[in-house]
């Protein structure tokens, strides 16, 4: 059998599951061909971990400037790009003009004009694109999927949707790349980017109009001097007030972290253990947003990364009953590992998340008009986002599975998630409503 050849533009911390996949469990089908990176270190990091993990010869690599040589020379099947939000388009349409099937992380791009590119260029080369919404995946989540689509509740009539990201996760957003909303869209359409999803998804609707209000309320300088804070620094890196601050991230005792990013930043200069609390962080940190969907419904949904606990509550309210889903998840770090001793967070054999009691701290109920509240119960993935990621690398890799609930997702999904957030940025800065279909028809 030939082996389908992949090529990885971007080589940070996310590229791991992809690399593990092709040279692990999808090996004897999938074939890694090159990687691409501005950062060539990065690059040497990620083959040597490739031997060390799979005796896995090194593979070719190509600086940024060379993306179009490598793909001419490794000739990919498919192009993976890993890389800052807002370079997606580039590469996904370059891809696709030299003869390539594009896997993409989400978000698909970061603005409306980027958007209507891809979809110029996906109508002119014909090519595939698929975008990697894991979450769909996760049991709980196609659970409310099916109980939606059985009508347990009847017509969806309104959606509340609460996203919290602990201090651990949310902080590190502010930390990074992402701080720059030129570089990431923010965080309405870096991270939630994987919810509006969910719901379109859910509702098997797309949305039509959106009103949002945000703000940069507890990370940056400014919102630290006011609560008195009066030592600051710029990184974490041998500063003795960083070793004061539980914000600050201190790389130097994990060898992932130290081999992507301090050992690398020499090349490109990207800091990535920089203060939460520093100046020039341009994302909103406290958001709310109200949309209205084209089957009618109205979502109210809101976005905070600095709650002392990380999950999410979503509530459907239907014309023959009510849903209620509460998630606690495990705080995370791009590109570390969790502690396996925090004492509030463990992770069970069937993957299930517990607190201390040990009981978990995940559930899902129905209750129908004149009925009691009932419990709904399934089986919890093992994995990253709720065991979602196993489950969206097998059809990335090895596709053809029956998938009624069309899991899967393709570029029109990726689109109709990514102008929620777009429209919501908008309407932060206009203070006005913003119909989507005005957006893309620009």
Not at 4 to 21: E, F, N, P, W
Not at 64 to 83: C, G, H, S, Y
């Given at each position: 059998m030939n082996r389908?050849?992949?090529?990885?533009?971007?080589?940070?911390?996310?590229?791991?599951?992809?690399?593990?996949?092709i040279a692990g469990t999808y090996s004897d089908i999938a074939e890694l061909v090159a990687f691409c990176?501005?950062?060539?270190?990065?690059?040497?990091?990620?083959?040597?971990?490739?031997?060390?993990?799979?005796?896995?010869?090194?593979?070719?690599?190509?600086?940024?400037?060379?993306?179009?040589?490598?793909?001419?020379?490794?000739?990919?099947?498919?192009?993976?790009?890993?890389?800052?939000?807002?370079?997606?388009?580039?590469?996904?349409?370059?891809?696709?003009e030299l003869g390539c099937d594009v896997v993409t992380e989400k978000p698909l791009t970061t603005d409306d004009g980027k958007c209507r590119a891809i979809l110029d260029a996906r109508e002119k080369y014909g090519k595939k694109i698929t975008v990697t919404f894991n979450y769909r995946y996760s049991p709980?989540?196609?659970?409310?999927?099916?109980?939606?689509?059985?009508?347990?509740?009847?017509?969806?009539?309104?959606?509340?949707?609460?996203?919290?990201?602990?201090?651990?996760?949310?902080?590190?957003?502010?930390?990074?790349?992402?701080?720059?909303?030129?570089?990431?869209?923010?965080?309405?359409?870096?991270?939630?980017?994987?919810?509006?999803?969910?719901?379109?998804?859910?509702?098997?609707?797309?949305?039509?109009?959106?009103?949002?209000?945000?703000?940069?309320?507890?990370?940056?300088?400014?919102?630290?001097?006011?609560?008195?804070?009066?030592?600051?620094?710029?990184?974490?890196?041998?500063?003795?007030i960083a070793a004061r601050d539980p914000f600050a991230l201190d790389m130097s005792g994990n060898e992932l972290m130290k081999g992507l990013y301090l050992e690398a930043e020499h090349e490109d200069g990207y800091i990535r253990d920089q203060s939460v609390f520093g100046h020039n962080i341009s994302i909103e940190d406290s958001m709310s947003v109200m949309v209205k969907y084209r089957n009618k419904a109205v979502m109210t949904y809101s976005l905070n990364a600095f709650c002392p606990m990380e999950g999410y509550n979503v509530s459907f309210n239907g014309t023959e009953g009510r849903i209620e889903v509460r998630i606690v998840e495990r705080p995370y770090v791009s590109g570390s590992t969790i502690d396996q001793n925090d004492p509030d967070y463990n992770?069970?054999?069937?993957?299930?998340?517990?607190?201390?009691?040990?009981?978990?701290?995940?559930?899902?109920?129905?209750?129908?008009?004149?009925?009691?509240?009932?419990?709904?119960?399934?089986?919890?993935?093992?994995?990253?986002?709720g065991g979602g990621d196993g489950l969206l690398l097998e059809d990335v890799f090895k596709p053809g599975r029956e998938d009624s609930l069309k899991t899967a997702a393709g570029v029109e999904d990726g689109v109709n998630s990514i102008m929620v957030g777009i429209a919501a940025n908008k309407s932060f800065a206009t203070g006005c409503p913003v119909n989507i279909r005005d957006l893309l028809q620009d």
């Open positions: 389908k050849r992949y090529a990885l533009v971007g080589t940070g911390s996310r590229s791991r599951m992809y690399i593990d996949a990176d501005i950062n060539q270190s990065r690059m040497d990091f990620m083959n040597r971990r490739l031997q060390e993990k799979f005796k896995h010869e090194p593979v070719p690599t190509y600086r940024a400037e060379n993306f179009r040589r490598m793909v001419r020379e490794k000739k990919p099947d498919t192009v993976i790009v890993l890389t800052w939000d807002r370079t997606h388009h580039r590469y996904i349409i370059a891809a696709m709980r989540n196609t659970c409310v999927k099916e109980l939606i689509s059985s009508r347990a509740i009847g017509d969806v009539v309104s959606v509340h949707f609460e996203w919290m990201l602990d201090t651990r996760h949310g902080a590190d957003y502010f930390r990074r790349w992402h701080r720059d909303k030129n570089n990431s869209g923010g965080l309405m359409v870096h991270k939630s980017t994987h919810h509006f999803d969910l719901v379109n998804w859910w509702l098997d609707s797309q949305a039509e109009s959106v009103f949002a209000m945000g703000r940069l309320a507890f990370y940056g300088r400014e919102n630290a001097e006011q609560r008195g804070v009066r030592e600051f620094y710029e990184r974490c890196r041998d500063n003795p992770m069970r054999e069937d993957g299930a998340v517990t607190g201390r009691s040990g009981e978990p701290e995940a559930s899902i109920s129905l209750q129908r008009l004149w009925g009691e509240r009932e419990p709904i119960t399934w089986k919890e993935g093992k994995g990253g986002h």
